[in-house]
């Protein structure tokens, strides 16, 4: 896998916008996560249009559902040769089981613990307890025993996942610069913070892919690495 952490999102619904961000930033990151907006527009289709690039793949699909469904989700996706595939830890450990024994030869499977888009308000209503600290830790440890990769968590958590599993692979969305703002982000830090916490691959979307030079902000972001 490039050694370079950042994976830029795409979430365009026009596959040529995808591409054309894509390539502009490309010297300056280390792969593509395609998320669910892009998957559900352009298919099977765009994800080996966007191969063409030669960049990893990270299909952030969050597969959720029995775990019959989702082991077969994962072979359906074979095809795509993605190097990085989500799934919720929430679903569960037989299913995240599942998941893994059913990837791609070189796929790493990771479990998403809590959307960086949540906070301890969001968590209530839903009728989780504790902490979002809490549920990560939680369902990170849960993902390591089901044998998954890694996990996805917010950068507040990373570190302490870190200290939990030293060779975990960790995924950080939810990143912006120090000077972006935050949008719809409530748990964001930034990437040099979440990298030196020890994340292994940093999710950047909007602050490259929106900027009006997609080329100059992915070098920019990288050059804080």
């Known amino acids: 896998m490039n050694t370079n952490p950042i994976y830029l999102a795409l979430d365009f619904p026009r596959l040529d916008t995808a591409i054309a961000v894509a390539q502009k930033a490309k010297a300056h990151i280390g792969g593509v996560k395609l998320g669910l907006e892009f998957f559900c527009a352009h298919g099977h289709h765009g994800v080996l249009e966007v191969h063409k690039l030669g960049l990893p793949i990270f299909l952030d699909l969050k597969l959720h559902d029995i775990p019959n469904t989702v082991a077969g989700a994962m072979q359906a996706i074979h095809v795509l040769e993605p190097a990085i595939v989500t799934v919720h830890a929430s679903g569960g450990r037989a299913m995240m089981e599942d998941a893994k024994a059913a990837a791609g030869e070189g796929c790493k499977v990771v479990g998403v613990t809590l959307l960086t888009s949540l906070d301890g308000g969001d968590m209530a209503a839903t009728g989780i307890g504790g902490t979002p600290h809490d549920q990560v830790i939680r ?62 691959v940093l999710v950047i979307g909007r602050p490259i892919a929106r900027a009006e030079d997609p080329a100059a902000a992915a070098r920019a972001i990288e050059a804080t690495l």
């Not at 890694?150 to 030293?166: D, K, N, P, Q, T």
């Not at 912006?176 to 040099?192: E, I, M, S």
């Open 139 to 200: 369902l990170a440890e849960l993902s390591r025993e089901a044998g998954l990769d890694g996990i996805v968590c917010s950068g507040h958590e990373v570190a302490a996942v870190h200290s939990l599993w030293r060779d975990g692979f960790l995924v950080v969305p939810g990143l912006r610069p120090a000077d972006a703002k935050l949008g719809d982000q409530k748990r964001a830090v930034t990437p040099r913070q979440a990298r030196d916490a020890g994340a292994s």
